[in-house]
């Protein structure tokens, strides 16, 4: 596939697949995929609460490197976070997507369920070519679309642009690609629509992200780490197992190990311009 290919089919599978997501869990009118929920409180409180408080909880590390006073949004889908970003901390932005539809119709639902009055700006933007001046914003932020760019370089370098010197890009809910075995990706919807579900491993995200930011500090999360670890173990060799390995491992020896061989589940960093 020439890159003119993957990117139309991206931008094309993208539009076509969140036109359909947002008829059935913001407007319940319709159902196309049973591997997602049909209404705005089921999605509330299976997605979008968990990613808000995600952003809280990196929040605090984002202030102490900035003070954000404009954000941008990459990817926001019905924008649940520019839209807590605006009320719970008055900061205001621009939320971006490709999909009209996600914007138009689920922005307005979805501010009315959070309580947002005054909603940022919205816009329907590809990130790979971002219609904003140079170091437009001080905040940049993205949750579970790094791995859908079709070109995460192009990408990640025209962040980089709009993005004032000393701002921060925060990137996380992405997946890890285990290093030393293919893993299969899980929501087979999104591709069967042509949506990428594109697969990097750990260096590869810090790679691309360094050949445009000063500092790359990627966010772990310990306790996750190892209980979603054991977890797999338990699957694969039984409790037994997974207790004795638990008595023995390593806080930083399961992250490794879950690296190399089983991935994770969130690619999270704090990338300064």
């Known amino acids: 596939m020439t890159g003119m290919e993957r990117k139309n089919q991206s931008i094309s599978g993208e539009i076509e697949y969140r036109k359909k997501l947002v008829r059935q869990q913001i407007l319940g ?3 196309h995929f049973d591997d997602h929920k049909s209404c705005l409180d089921e999605v509330y409180e299976s997605w979008m ?4 408080e995600k952003l809280d909880e990196l929040m605090s590390k984002v ?24 009320k719970q901390y008055g900061i205001d932005g621009v ?19 959070l309580g947002v009055k005054k909603i940022p700006s919205f816009l329907v933007a590809d990130t790979h070519s971002l219609p904003f001046p140079d170091e437009s914003f ?10 859908h760019f079709y070109d995460l370089r192009t990408a990640v370098k025209e962040i980089r642009r709009v993005c004032m010197p000393g701002g921060v890009f925060l990137t996380s809910y992405d997946p890890i690609k285990p290093v030393l075995r293919a893993n299969t990706p899980e929501n087979c919807s999104e591709i069967s629509y042509g949506v990428l579900e594109n697969s990097y491993t750990l260096w590869e995200y810090t790679r691309a992200l360094k050949s445009s930011f000063l ?3 990627v966010v772990y999360s310990e306790s ?8 797999k173990i338990r699957r694969l060799k039984g409790s037994r197992f997974a207790d004795t390995f638990h008595n023995l491992m390593p806080g930083q020896f399961a992250r ?6 089983f991935g994770m589940d969130d690619f999270t960093s704090i990338n300064i311009a």
């Open 29 to 31: 009118t319709d159902h």
């Open 49 to 52: 609460k968990p990613q808000i």
């Open 63 to 86: 202030q102490e490197v900035c003070k954000p006073s404009y954000f941008l949004e990459l990817g926001s889908e019905n924008s649940h976070l520019g839209l807590h970003l605006k």
């Open 95 to 113: 939320c971006t997507d490709l999909s009209f539809d996600t914007l138009h119709i689920g922005v307005p639902k979805v501010a009315e369920k």
């Open 138 to 147: 001080d905040f940049i932020f993205c949750f579970g679309s790094l791995h």
């Open 215 to 217: 500092d790359v500090n």
């Open 224 to 231: 996750a780490d190892r209980l979603e670890l054991l977890n």
């Open 256 to 261: 490794a190990l879950r690296l190399l061989w």
